[in-house]
């Protein structure tokens, strides 16, 4: 339904005169404790670049990104994963 809504309403947002590409979130944890998970990263899709890219660290030790590679939509359901 996010990429329904973003291919109706866009996927780019004016916020104060720049132009702010949205993405998709999804968390992860390393932690094997279902109780109190950690939040170790997350993987972060643009759908107007195509990029995917996961992101691991925190507030400690900063931010990292990795770009994963590019993803390809070959049809409503079907797409590609490009390594970078």
Not at 48 to 74: A, D, N, P, Y
Request: glycine fraction near 14%; charge should be negative.
């Amino acid at each position: 339904m996010i990429v329904s809504m973003g291919r109706v309403h866009g996927w780019v947002m004016d916020v104060g005169g720049k132009k702010v590409p949205l993405s998709i979130v999804a968390f992860f944890s390393n932690s094997d404790g279902l109780d109190h998970p950690s939040c170790d990263g997350f993987f972060q899709y643009i759908p107007v670049t195509g990029e995917l890219k996961k992101w691991t660290g925190g507030v400690r030790g900063g931010w990292r990104q990795e770009v994963l590679g590019m993803v390809t939509w070959q049809d409503e359901t079907h797409y590609r994963i490009d390594e970078k």
